[in-house]
C-alpha cells in the first residue's frame, strides 16, 4: 500500500512540498482507502503555460488550472496479477496556480498543494466532483484525509472552500476525461 512517485519538473518549477512529504501524503490516501498493492504515480510539475495547454487538450478549457488527473489502471482491476504493481496515472500540477489559489483562500502554499495532492489520487482511484451527490462525498473524504495528513491541525486551512467558493476558471480537472 505504498505509491511509487516518477516527480518530473519542467524549467524551475517547483513544488511546495518536498519529495518526502508528498509520498507520505500519498501513502496515506492510499492506506486510507484500503489499496492492499503498490501504486505507481507520475507527477509531472509545470508552468501555467503547460498546464493551459493540457487543459485545453483534455478538458477543452482553455485556460490553466491547477490539477489534472489522468487515470490509466485501478488497483481492483481484475487483469492485475497478485502482487503486481498499479499503474495508477498521472497528474500535472501547477505551482504557481496552487499558489495564486492558497493566497486567495489565506491558507499556504503548502497546504493549497497537500490538498490538491490529495484530490488529484482521489481522482485516480475513482473519485469525482461533476455531480453533486459525488462532490459532497469526494470533498467530505478531501476533509478526512486533510486532517489526518495534518496531524488533526486543521485551525489554519479552510476545508469547505471548494463548497462554497466558484471555483476559479477552468479549476479542478476531472480523471475521467482521459478513462
Known amino acids: 500500500m505504498s505509491a511509487e512517485i516518477s516527480l518530473e519538473c519542467e524549467g524551475a518549477a517547483k513544488l511546495a512540498l518536498s519529495d518526502v512529504e508528498l509520498s507520505r501524503v500519498f501513502d496515506l490516501v492510499l492506506a486510507e482507502e484500503?489499496?492492499?498493492?503498490?501504486?505507481?504515480?507520475?507527477?509531472?510539475?509545470?508552468?501555467?503555460?503547460?498546464?493551459?495547454?493540457?487543459?485545453?487538450?483534455?478538458?477543452?478549457?482553455?485556460?490553466?488550472?491547477?490539477?489534472?488527473?489522468?487515470?490509466?489502471?485501478?488497483?481492483?482491476?481484475?487483469?492485475?496479477?497478485?502482487g503486481e504493481p498499479c499503474e495508477l496515472g498521472d497528474i500535472a500540477m501547477a505551482p504557481e496556480v496552487l499558489a495564486a489559489q492558497a493566497e486567495r483562500f489565506g491558507t499556504t502554499a503548502e497546504d493549497e498543494t497537500r490538498l490538491m495532492a490529495i484530490h488529484s489520487l482521489l481522482h485516480l482511484l475513482g473519485y469525482d466532483h461533476i455531480k453533486e451527490d459525488e462532490a459532497r462525498v469526494m470533498e467530505a473524504r478531501e476533509d478526512e484525509l486533510l486532517a489526518l495528513?495534518?496531524?488533526?491541525?486543521?485551525?489554519?486551512?479552510?476545508?469547505?472552500?471548494?463548497?462554497?467558493?466558484?471555483?476559479l476558471p477552468g479549476a479542478c480537472a476531472p480523471s475521467e476525461v482521459a478513462s
Open 149 to 167: 495528513a495534518c496531524g488533526g491541525d486543521l485551525g489554519h486551512v479552510e476545508l469547505t472552500r471548494h463548497r462554497d467558493d466558484a471555483p
Open 34 to 82: 484500503g489499496v492492499e498493492r503498490i501504486c505507481c504515480v507520475s507527477v509531472s510539475v509545470v508552468s501555467p503555460k503547460s498546464m493551459q495547454e493540457l487543459n485545453r487538450e483534455w478538458r477543452g478549457v482553455d485556460a490553466p488550472t491547477d490539477v489534472i488527473s489522468l487515470e490509466c489502471e485501478r488497483p481492483d482491476d481484475p487483469y492485475l496479477a497478485p
